[in-house]
């Protein structure tokens, strides 16, 4: 008989680069053996069609709460159930996003004028989402499901571990953040949804998140970005405070909507989590985050140097997924 998820608490934000302009949105929902965090980047871009008649909002705005209004109530609809990650993203998830983007009608400009063009889609948005789903064994399985260049991660005492591929021209996280990497796919009406899946299982206490593009893509390397997760983590007196301290922190260096939303498994205590991450910390602190600190900021090739000390427990659950 399965045990109930162990779930602690979930922490989230949603914050706008320019106030009242964001096209981030998120979506969370658990039941007794199961949870699901999800962040979806509406790509203002390519979605930056506005119509008057929904508060000249954009496409994009519009499309990141489609598609988190489709996983939400499919999963409260779906679980508590049996399926795996893959027949849900299969079978469920991929077929209604689908339904829901198509449904769409854009409105005709009464100027006559129309956006026009290769880049520009309908409804495009990015999703992550992380499932998390409690075995018989006292494990979980952690699934990512996703489209574009939103992550999905887990971070625990061996240090912060990315899920997903970005669907990006640049898929190396380290050298997507000097290429800046062209999206090569996204959730949109006019082209067929393709979400991808990749699922491991995780042996807690840990904790699961996603996140969108503004939180890590705007730090010099992804190791800093797990420094600040963890700084801010073991400076705060409870999740509420982790949570404030995190996204304000996130926000003086982001140049982008910052959405993210992570669940705490098995540790019962907040206090315990921090003792959890502390040997972590002194560790990332004195093998990376202070060499990095020291290396002028045009030394790209010795930054790439501690890269590829990190990037091996980075990628620990990658080896081991199915996407």
Request: aromatic share 12%.
């Amino acid at each position: 008989m399965k045990q109930n998820l162990p779930l602690d608490f979930v922490l989230s934000f949603c914050r706008d680069k320019i106030p009242g302009q964001g096209e981030d949105s998120y979506c969370y929902s658990f039941c007794d053996t199961a949870g699901m965090l999800g962040v979806f980047d509406g790509c203002g871009g390519a979605g930056a069609r506005k119509h008057q008649y929904y508060s000249d909002r954009s496409e994009a705005y519009m499309a990141s709460r489609l598609c988190s209004g489709v996983f939400f109530d499919s999963f409260r609809e779906v679980f508590p159930c049996e399926y795996s990650a893959q027949q849900l993203t299969a079978e469920v998830f991929a077929p209604r996003v689908a339904q829901r983007l198509s449904a769409y009608q854009p409105p005709k400009d009464p100027s006559g004028f129309q956006i026009k063009g290769s880049m520009v889609r309908t409804l495009p948005t990015t999703a992550a989402v992380a499932l998390v789903q409690q075995e018989e064994n006292g494990k979980c399985l952690v699934s990512a499901i996703w489209a574009g260049d939103s992550r999905v991660y887990i971070l625990d005492a061996k240090g912060l571990a990315q899920l997903t591929v970005d669907h990006t021209t640049v898929s190396d996280p380290m050298e997507n953040i000097y290429e800046d990497g062209i999206l090569k796919n996204i959730l949109c009406s006019d082209r067929k949804v393709d979400l991808h899946c990749c699922t491991v299982e995780v042996k807690g206490p840990f904790m699961a998140f996603s996140a969108t593009d503004g939180c890590f893509g705007y730090v010099s390397t992804p190791m800093e970005f797990e420094g600040i997760l963890l700084a801010t983590l073991l400076r705060a007196e409870n999740p509420s405070e982790w949570e404030t301290t995190l996204a304000d922190l996130i926000g003086k260096f982001a140049g982008d909507d910052h959405t993210l939303c992570l669940g705490a498994f098995g540790y019962k205590t907040f206090s315990a989590l921090q003792d959890s991450m502390k040997e972590r910390f002194a560790y990332l602190q004195e093998t990376i985050l202070e060499p990095v600190g020291k290396i002028p900021a045009e030394d790209r090739e010795s930054r790439f140097v501690l890269w590829g000390i990190y990037k091996n427990d980075y990628f620990r659950y990658m080896k081991d997924g199915q996407t």
